[in-house]
């Protein structure tokens, strides 16, 4: 009977990971994709299984948001019947577990489970919710980018991160420095050591983007004229005060960069918005302030395809993603992040990532100042297509491997069903 793997997944994040290790298990393994519905919007979620060709998923649970024992629940109780391969579609898709269904509940806790391993990936509350489900049906885990930790307990994230950890029987860690995390944690399972699937995804839509995009032309914007800004971490938008502070930062950019000289690198900032925080500047009555931001190009989320060029053309990078961070490091763009931690700590030991706490004249000075400890020269080249070849070419230290991560996923699942 061939190898039976899901992948849960459910938001963008995650999308862009299964995407590689999609390619990579095809004609090795039956493996279904199980959409939490974290994310719903077409711009985080559905753009991304076209961008990537990847198929509509098998199931989508359409959990939606909410608070995290909400979600965590719901995704549970949904991910339990399709695991269990529960014969009730219309309890599978609206998890309703109320009175009329408690016998149908009974005769699911007999059901074996339908796959031989569930592969989760990153820290998302779905990653949490598909680990938990796994094993408490029998499944046995697989965590793609295990092992990272940012030291910081308020973090969503890092106690999905530690939970998943636990929850896993193999862990696929991205860097070095997980893989001592795990080492050091003594987490039950088999480790190994991948590389971060960010070097092929990067890879491959580099090439994309530059047939393809035209997000630069769109936007009437110039090579390296402007920081490309992300922010939509829980410790930066939950409070008005540190939103505010953002929109004065940006504000003090523009006001040092129009009193230069001449046209200047940093001239705008380009900020494809999540739309979980445009409700919070909304819901602080500070959205009309953001929108009225000089040189501020405020817009809805982007493709993958689109967002990459954006990173590869931007003077700089601003953030506090995870993603973005990797992304910023592997296409050589210098990287500031809004945050006073990181799990991606290797990009701040090569010089190329920059922490700083939301202070406006500290951000707007490093917007404008900062250069990484080691120059890279323009990644444009002289046809003017892009390349990752300097980290491909090893001048960047290759901290997260060298671009084999899905396949050598792969080899060590196959090793395990032999
Ligand atoms: C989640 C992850 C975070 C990840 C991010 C990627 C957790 C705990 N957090 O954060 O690690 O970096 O995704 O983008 O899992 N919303 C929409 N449309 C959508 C989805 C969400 O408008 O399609 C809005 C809703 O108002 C929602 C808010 O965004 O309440 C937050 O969404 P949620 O999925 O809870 O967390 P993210 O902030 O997206
Ligand atoms: N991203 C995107 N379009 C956008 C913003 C981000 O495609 O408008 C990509 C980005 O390349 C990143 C991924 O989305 O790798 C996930 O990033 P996000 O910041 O949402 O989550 P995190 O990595 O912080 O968990």
Same mark, same amino acid.
């Given at each position: 009977?061939?190898?039976?793997?899901?992948?849960?997944?459910?938001?963008?994040?995650?999308?862009?990971?299964?995407?590689?290790?999609?390619?990579?298990?095809?004609?090795?393994?039956?493996?279904?994709?199980?959409?939490?519905?974290?994310?719903?919007? *077409?711009?985080?979620?559905?753009?991304?299984?076209?961008?990537?060709?990847?198929?509509?998923?098998? *199931?989508? =649970?359409?959990?939606?948001?909410?608070?995290?024992?909400?979600? &965590?629940?719901? +995704?549970?109780?949904? @991910?339990?019947?399709?695991?269990?391969?529960?014969?009730?579609?219309?309890?599978?898709?609206?998890?309703?577990?109320?009175?009329?269904? /408690?016998?149908?509940?009974? /005769?699911?806790?007999?059901?074996?489970?339908?796959?031989?391993?569930?592969?989760?990936?990153?820290?998302?509350?779905?990653? =949490?919710?598909?680990?938990?489900?796994?094993?408490?049906?029998?499944?046995?885990?697989?965590?793609?980018?295990?092992?990272?930790? #940012? *030291?910081?307990?308020? +973090?969503?994230?890092? &106690?999905?991160?530690?939970?998943?950890?636990?929850?896993?029987?193999?862990?696929?860690?991205?860097?070095?420095?997980?893989?001592?995390?795990?080492?050091?944690?003594?987490?039950?399972?088999?480790?190994?050591?991948?590389?971060?699937?960010?070097?092929?995804?990067?890879?491959?839509?580099?090439?994309?983007?530059? /047939?393809?995009?035209?997000?630069?032309?769109?936007?009437?914007?110039?090579?390296?004229?402007?920081? =490309? *800004?992300? +922010?939509?971490?829980?410790?930066?938008?939950?409070?008005?005060?540190?939103?505010?502070?953002?929109?004065?930062?940006?504000?003090?950019?523009?006001?040092? #960069?129009?009193?230069?000289?001449?046209?200047?690198?940093?001239?705008?900032?380009?900020?494809?918005?999540?739309?979980?925080?445009?409700?919070?500047?909304?819901?602080?009555?500070?959205?009309? /302030?953001?929108?009225?931001?000089?040189? @501020?190009?405020? +817009?809805?989320?982007?493709?993958?395809?689109?967002?990459?060029?954006?990173?590869?053309?931007?003077?700089?990078?601003?953030?506090?993603?995870?993603?973005?961070?990797?992304?910023?490091?592997?296409?050589?763009?210098?990287?500031?992040?809004?945050?006073?931690?990181?799990?991606?700590?290797?990009?701040?030991?090569?010089?190329?990532?920059?922490?700083?706490?939301?202070?406006?004249?500290?951000?707007?000075?490093?917007?404008?100042?900062?250069?990484?400890? &080691?120059?890279?020269?323009?990644?444009?080249?002289?046809?003017?297509?892009?390349?990752?070849?300097?980290?491909?070419?090893?001048?960047?230290?290759?901290?997260?491997?060298?671009?084999?991560? #899905?396949?050598?996923?792969?080899?060590?699942?196959?090793?395990?069903?032999?």
């Amino acid at each position: 009977m061939p190898l039976r793997i899901a992948s849960i997944v459910g938001a963008r994040p995650n999308f862009i990971k299964v995407a590689p290790i999609y390619k990579a298990l095809k004609g090795y393994a039956e493996h279904e994709i199980i959409h939490t519905g974290q994310h719903y919007d *077409f711009g985080l979620s559905k753009i991304f299984f076209k961008e990537f060709d990847l198929p509509d998923p098998d *199931f989508n =649970l359409e959990v939606g948001s909410g608070l995290p024992g909400y979600q &965590i629940g719901e +995704m549970t109780k949904k @991910l339990e019947h399709v695991l269990l391969n529960h014969s009730d579609p219309d309890q599978t898709k609206k998890g309703t577990l109320g009175s009329k269904n /408690r016998n149908k509940h009974a /005769r699911v806790e007999k059901s074996k489970p339908k796959y031989d391993l569930v592969l989760v990936y990153g820290d998302t509350n779905s990653t =949490l919710a598909g680990a938990l489900s796994a094993f408490k049906t029998g499944i046995k885990v697989g965590h793609i980018e295990s092992g990272l930790r #940012s *030291f910081d307990r308020r +973090m969503p994230e890092e &106690i999905n991160r530690i939970l998943t950890d636990q929850l896993s029987e193999y862990h696929f860690a991205s860097t070095k420095t997980a893989m001592a995390n795990l080492k050091k944690e003594h987490v039950y399972g088999k480790n190994k050591f991948t590389g971060d699937l960010s070097v092929e995804v990067v890879g491959e839509a580099s090439k994309i983007s530059i /047939r393809k995009s035209k997000v630069l032309r769109r936007l009437g914007l110039d090579p390296k004229s402007f920081i =490309l *800004f992300t +922010m939509h971490r829980e410790e930066n938008t939950t409070s008005a005060k540190i939103l505010a502070s953002i929109i004065e930062s940006f504000e003090l950019i523009s006001k040092k #960069s129009d009193s230069g000289k001449g046209q200047s690198i940093n001239r705008f900032i380009v900020y494809p918005i999540h739309p979980g925080t445009k409700k919070k500047f909304k819901e602080s009555g500070l959205y009309e /302030r953001l929108e009225k931001c000089p040189n @501020l190009i405020l +817009m809805d989320p982007v493709g993958y395809i689109d967002f990459i060029q954006l990173i590869h053309n931007a003077s700089k990078v601003m953030t506090d993603s995870g993603g973005v961070q990797k992304e910023a490091y592997i296409l050589g763009v210098p990287c500031i992040t809004i945050r006073e931690n990181t799990e991606w700590i290797e990009t701040v030991e090569e010089g190329w990532n920059r922490l700083v706490s939301v202070n406006p004249s500290k951000i707007a000075e490093y917007a404008l100042k900062w250069k990484p400890t &080691i120059h890279s020269k323009s990644r444009i080249n002289s046809d003017n297509s892009y390349s990752t070849s300097e980290y491909n070419s090893g001048k960047l230290k290759q901290i997260f491997g060298t671009g084999n991560t #899905s396949s050598l996923i792969r080899e060590f699942i196959i090793s395990l069903y032999k």
